[in-house]
């Protein structure tokens, strides 16, 4: 492992990860030391990831429940008013 690992091996980068997730991962994975980012940098980083991903995931709620109640409220008023 330690030899592949020096000659370049990685892991594959899981399908479906975010891109800024990925991009983090790439410049951890540089084979020179003063590319890789400083640890503080790294999670300043995943920080901010995490609150974006966090904001998003409340969107999509708050977007989910807006939808519900839309559709509730459809529902019922087809079955009050009839369908036409």
């Not at 540089?30 to 890789?36: A, G, H, I, K, P």
């Not at 904001?55 to 369908?83: C, D, K, P, Y």
Request: proline letters at 5%.
């Amino acid at each position: 492992i330690i030899i592949k690992i020096a000659l370049g091996g990685r892991e594959k980068i899981v399908d479906n990860t975010p891109p800024n997730y990925a991009n983090l991962i790439q410049k951890c994975w540089s084979t020179e030391q003063d590319q890789r980012p400083p640890l503080n940098e790294v999670l300043d980083e995943l920080n901010k990831l995490s609150t974006e991903t966090t904001i998003l995931t409340s969107n999509n709620i708050e977007t989910n429940a807006v939808r519900r109640r839309f559709r509730q409220r459809s529902i019922l008023t087809e079955e009050t008013h009839g369908t036409f």
